[in-house]
């Protein structure tokens, strides 16, 4: 049986430390970042806005994106070894209903902004925070390439919004989930809804 689990949010919503725990806890588990796919710094177009588009989906290969979700489909064995992800007997062991389970976890900040991807998650989860807490968190990271002075109130932000809703009109199955929560309430949740439906889909 194979399982798809969409793991979307804001930028530095929390989606990353949410992904790596649930790689630990469920069994046969591999993952697709969308981060990975980026185009090159020269191929990010400036925009309107004065600012190279990085938060907008011309900046990530997504046909190649795509493409290592299906590869994952057809053979979830092969890719999981591939990607070094072990797929240990103990965890069939441990619980005779998980036997045979392969999931597939796809995290992103738009995920479910792409027509070709919408239609293979099982379970759609989003983790949201307001614009002040964002702002602060984005200010503590850094990135490969840093934010410009003016980036987030310029071009992060207006487009988180303008995804946000294009995103809502694309997909109504979307769990949302409060990212100001604590780390253990937002996994827990998550980790809950997914037992469910795979319990309820054996």
Not at 82 to 97: F, I, N, T, W
Not at 146 to 162: E, T
Request: one cysteine or more.
């Amino acid at each position: 049986m194979k399982f798809i689990i969409g793991i979307g949010g804001v930028t530095n919503g929390g989606k990353t430390t949410l992904t790596n725990r649930l790689l630990k806890t469920l069994p046969n588990c591999c993952v697709v970042h969308q981060d990975d796919f980026f185009k090159k710094p020269d191929q990010i177009q400036v925009g309107e806005d004065g600012f190279r588009q990085w938060d907008v989906i011309s900046a990530l290969d997504m046909e190649a994106m795509v493409n290592t979700v299906k590869g994952w489909q057809e053979n979830p064995v092969k890719f999981a070894r591939s990607h070094g992800v072990s797929l240990s007997p103990e965890a069939e062991k441990s619980d005779s209903e998980q036997k045979g389970i392969h999931i597939l976890i796809i995290e992103g900040f738009l995920i479910y902004n792409y027509k070709p991807l919408i239609d293979v998650y099982d379970k759609c989860f989003y983790i949201s925070i307001p614009y002040e807490e964002c702002k602060r968190r984005r200010s503590t990271r850094t990135y490969t390439v840093p934010d410009p002075p003016g980036l987030f109130d310029g071009h992060v932000w207006p487009m988180y919004l303008k995804h946000r809703k294009e995103m809502d009109n694309n997909c109504s199955r979307i769990e949302y989930l409060d990212g100001t929560t604590t780390k253990e309430d937002i996994y827990n949740a998550v980790y809950e809804s997914v037992q469910n439906s795979l319990l309820n889909s054996l």
